[in-house]
């Protein structure tokens, strides 16, 4: 169950053949090549398959303790830290003014699946600590910057998001924690803080939170909250960990997942205040988290992926290795092994080919995600629209992948050893945090659809009716390109009734509306996919991708018809 084989031959192909990594500026001035992604992607592997994945289910069954305000992680996860941040891992996509290593966030975000495949509750240390180095770069004065960034970057301090208290979940306007500025320009807050993922652990010497609270003047509502930045240990004049700060964790959530991930109920102020520094302006703090939740977002959905794919690898062995039972159609009572059962084969080919289709779609938004950070407008505007779909979709689809890959196995699958009981528990999170698939579905239908009126949704339409032309004249492929022509124009349509229809009726389907574009999405995504691999040398590999497409197109996509009769009638529900 500790096994993980990094998935890098057809990651390399989604990026080389697929979505077109060359457009990135790396590429373009010759600072990377398809030769040092390779090297990278593999030895990102190797931290993954060798040191990551045999301690997650060990983790998971160990889980984290608290004892006076200190968290101990389980045995190793210490260890494969330093191993992961001594190696310069953490570094990847940020700033090279900083001690960055200034490689596209494409690449990290292969890495990252790779990472949180082989061990989620890990993963998420360094995901939290990316989110608080981006708001951190682009919101922080000089001094911070000067002071934390590096050591952040460089992984020898971690971050963590301090958003949600028990009466202000999504609605962030109804937090309380407070502040109160100094004389020397620091804040003091109080307070607390829940579910916290890593708000304290044993991994470094100092943590360094991003928190959200109010000023003593501030407008009612989410236009009063201000972001800052309180370090676990205030440092001293050499910049080392110095006095402690009057924040601590209090408690450790029981959670159904993600044991080895601390998950923390975090106090502010027990001894007069905790020490903070404002991070921008005053007011201003709901548009500096969005810095952190919009890459978040994007990470969860790989997270997604990264579980389809190990719930996957363990079900394929799995299938592969029992025998029981005859094939419905061999009269001659022989055993085989169940990957051989036509239901079973279903299964797996339907792990496969949304797992695969996540991926491509997750991959193609990194890099528009680079080239938006260039200045590219039209970047920006489908990197958007793909950052809900890339959370929500694939998220949705790691629980019906792990969900999947107990069925597989069986009996065995609800048995905790196996360890196909724990991708359905991990997986299960990722459809609430960093903003729920509710909200992003209301995100996509509002901010993404409304907002411009359709524009970037008709870019992308323009975009794929290009590709189907190609597909048509391309052999072996009329099956899936006729099928996803259809929900096309289903999706088209469906589009159209979103834009016309009252807000909140709109907001009733919005939910059917993600689940039918983000299914479109992964069927373009796997058609592109056959369509490049059609082009190798390698025929098996080109019928490995055919089949998948082929697989989704007819048993993974029809469901759009039923998306946009919800579309067409279900509001009518919304009264």
């Known amino acids: 169950m500790d096994s993980y084989t990094p998935p890098i031959r057809e990651m ?7 979505v077109d990594i060359d457009r990135l500026p790396h590429l373009k001035d010759g600072t990377l090549d398809r030769e040092m992604i390779g090297v990278v992607l593999t030895e990102g592997g190797r931290l993954a398959a060798d040191i990551l994945a045999p301690l997650n289910h060990s983790g998971d069954r160990q889980g984290c303790i608290l004892q006076e305000g200190t968290v101990t992680t389980p045995d190793g996860f210490r260890e494969a830290y330093a191993a992961f941040r001594e190696n310069g891992w953490n570094a990847v996509p940020f700033d090279p ?8 966030w494409v690449l990290t975000f292969a890495l990252q699946e790779m990472w949180q495949s082989a061990n989620m509750a890990f993963g998420l240390c360094p995901l939290l600590t990316q989110a608080g180095i981006e708001a951190l770069h682009e919101y922080g004065t000089d001094e911070q910057k000067n002071l934390y960034l590096v050591k952040m970057i460089s992984g020898e301090w971690t971050g963590s998001m301090q958003l949600t208290e028990p009466q202000a979940g999504t609605d962030l306007g109804a937090l309380r924690c407070k502040s109160g500025k100094q004389t020397d320009g620091s804040y003091k807050l109080t307070g607390s803080k829940i579910f916290i993922t890593y708000g304290e652990h044993d991994f470094t010497e100092n943590i360094v939170h991003m928190v959200l ?9 989410s236009k009063g909250i201000s972001m800052f930045l309180v370090p676990k240990f205030i440092p001293d004049a050499a910049g080392n960990p110095g006095q402690r700060n009057d924040v601590k964790a209090v408690g450790l959530e029981h959670k159904m997942g993600i044991h080895a991930a601390p998950t923390c109920t975090m106090q502010f102020g027990d001894k007069g205040g905790a020490t903070g520094w404002l991070i921008g302006a005053e007011n201003e703090g709901l548009k500096n988290m969005f810095i952190m939740m919009n890459n978040a977002r994007l990470c969860v959905g790989l997270q997604g992926v990264a579980l389809a794919e190990r719930a996957y690898q363990l079900a394929f062995a799995y299938a592969n290795e029992r025998v029981q039972g005859t094939r419905i159609d061999d009269k001659s009572g022989a055993k085989v092994k169940i990957a051989g059962h036509p239901d079973v084969k279903r299964m797996l080919l339907s792990m496969k080919a949304q797992t695969e289709a996540g991926r491509a779609l997750a991959l193609e938004a990194g890099v528009y995600f680079d080239l938006a950070k260039t200045g590219d407008a039209a970047a920006a505007r489908r990197v958007n629209l793909l950052t809900p779909l890339v959370k929500a979709w694939c998220t949705d689809m790691a629980n019906d992948v792990a969900a999947l890959g107990v069925q597989v196995h069986g009996g065995m699958g609800f048995i905790e050893e ?3 009981a724990q991708y359905v528990r991990d997986a299960r999170i990722l459809t609430i945090y960093e903003g729920t698939n509710g909200v992003q579905a209301q995100d996509l239908f509002v901010q993404k659809l409304l907002r411009d009126k359709g524009q970037a949704a008709q870019d992308y339409f323009m975009e794929v009716d290009g590709i189907l032309r190609v597909a048509t004249a391309a052999e072996g492929l009329k099956k899936i390109v006729d099928n996803i022509s259809l929900s096309v124009a289903a999706l088209k349509k469906a589009t159209a009734i979103m834009l016309a229809i009252p807000l909140a009726k709109g907001a009733f389907v919005s939910v059917s509306y993600l689940k039918m574009f983000g299914t479109v999405a992964g069927a373009v995504m796997l058609l592109r996919v056959a369509l490049a691999a059609k082009d190798q040398e390698d025929r098996d590999f080109y019928q490995e991708k055919r089949q998948s497409a082929l697989f989704y ?3 993974i996509l029809p469901c759009y018809k039923a998306c946009l009769d919800v579309i067409a009638e279900g509001s009518d529900c919304e009264k």
């Open 553 to 555: 197109a007819l048993h």
């Open 97 to 104: 003014a900083y001690g960055g290593q200034g490689l596209p």
């Open 418 to 420: 196996t360890g196909a």
């Open 213 to 221: 609270a109010r000023t003593p003047d501030a407008p009612e509502g």
């Open 12 to 18: 390399m192909f989604i990026l080389g053949h697929v």
